[in-house]
T-cell receptor, first 112, second 117 residues
């Protein structure tokens, strides 16, 4: 299975602090993406990083990718209570970019 | 941005009945859509790939006869849970990607919470 693992499984921080989540995967990929899911809702695409990129920024989000270690990290800076959600990484297969496999997810709780 | 609409958002049905869930891409064409299942507090498990005009491709361990997928047009895929049982209760989510655009992520429906009683 290509499905990856994320850690930590749960993270609780105070508003204003930074939150870092890690994702590891198993096979070669085209892209890695991060998604956010509020409880009981669909997923929202946050950011995509290609396999030839090492770092990418979008607002308060910073994503890194290390293909040699098959790992990625998502950093949310200056967190807000509204960032409370589950965060998933998703990878596609090298020869089937349409198919995504999701990591186990990190449940982030930002306390006001 | 692209929108994927899923309907219904929740459904309760009796054991033994069938339930149909629709997934529509509202402002783009999607030759391929994906169906996921999510158990409480767990990640999304890919169930099947829905291909417009042809048979769906199912992931290992997913029963084809249990989860019928039809992708009759470039904007609509349906998942029918046949003869539903309580263990089929779950959150089902569809997704679609803009054709030939490898630079974007997928767009997800809002999900359907199925409860079989």
């Amino acid at each position: 299975s290509q499905q990856g693992e994320e850690d930590p499984q749960a993270l609780s921080i105070q508003e204003g602090e930074n939150a870092t989540m890690n994702c590891s995967y198993k096979t070669s990929i085209n892209n890695l993406q991060w998604y956010r899911q509020n409880s009981g809702r669909g997923l929202v695409h946050l950011i995509l990083i290609r396999s030839n990129e090492r770092e990418k920024h979008s607002g308060r989000l910073r994503v890194t990718l290390d293909t040699s270690k098959k790992s990625s990290s998502l950093l949310i800076t200056a967190s807000r209570a509204a960032d409370t959600a589950s965060y998933f990484c998703a990878t596609d297969a090298l020869y089937n970019f349409n198919k995504f496999y999701f990591g186990s997810g990190t449940k982030l709780n930002v306390k006001p | 941005g692209a929108v994927v609409s899923q309907h219904p958002s929740w459904v309760i049905c009796k054991s033994g009945t069938s339930v149909k869930i629709e997934c529509r891409s509202l402002d783009f064409q999607a030759t391929t859509m994906f169906w996921y299942r999510q158990f409480p507090k767990q990640s999304l498990m890919l169930m099947a790939t829905s291909n417009e005009g042809s048979k769906a491709t199912y992931e290992q361990g997913v029963e084809k006869d249990k989860f019928l997928i039809n992708h009759a047009s470039l904007t609509l895929s349906t998942l029918t849970v046949t003869s539903a049982h309580p263990e089929d209760s779950s959150f089902y989510i569809c997704s679609a990607r803009v054709l030939r655009d490898r630079g974007t992520g997928a767009f997800f429906g809002q999900g359907t919470r199925l409860t079989v009683v």
